[in-house]
Each structure stands twice: as C-alpha cells, then as structure tokens.
C-alpha cells in the first residue's frame, strides 16, 4: 500500500483490496482486531469510525499508519472523486 490516501473512500478500498489479498472475509478480520464486524463494512465503505478502530484493524491486517505531509487533495481531484459518484447507477 503505498499510494497516498486523502479521502475515506480511499482508505476503504485500500484496506479492502488488503484484506482480499490476505484472503480474509470481513467477519475473520473483525474478529482478529477484536471488533464486531460493523466496523469493519464502515471502514471500507469510507464511513466515519473511531481512530481506535481503524488502528485495531490496521495492525489485524499487518499495517500502521504513518503521517507524511501532502497537503488537501487539489481541487481536481475532489472533483473527480464526486464525479465518479454522479456516474454510478
């Protein structure tokens, strides 16, 4: 996981992408970060959740977070992220 992640969609479909790589459901990684399984379809959803529970999950998946300096994601950017919804059915 490497790409810079400045929105919770973005987060969410980098832990999911993770945890499908490792092979796990949601339920398995719920259970590993020690939280109910809500948790866990709020997160990859993009939802709001507490930093608690985004960190018990991280460390279940084998990952921490670390903060860099990037600054808010341009104006472009927000604009593609809300155009990719306008596109959805």
């Known amino acids: 996981m490497t790409d810079k ?4 969609d973005e987060l969410g479909r980098q832990l999911r992408a993770h945890r499908e790589a490792l092979g796990m459901n949601k339920s398995e990684l719920a259970e590993k970060a020690g939280k ?15 930093v608690s529970s985004l960190l018990a999950v991280l460390g279940a998946l084998g990952l921490a977070l670390r903060l860099e300096r990037s ?8 604009a593609a992220r809300f155009q990719d919804d306008d596109d959805a059915p």
């Open 71 to 78: 600054g808010l994601p341009s104006a472009g950017e927000v």
């Open 36 to 50: 109910v399984r809500e948790v866990v379809y709020r997160l990859e959803a993009g939802e709001d959740s507490t």
């Open 5 to 8: 992640i400045r929105l919770p």
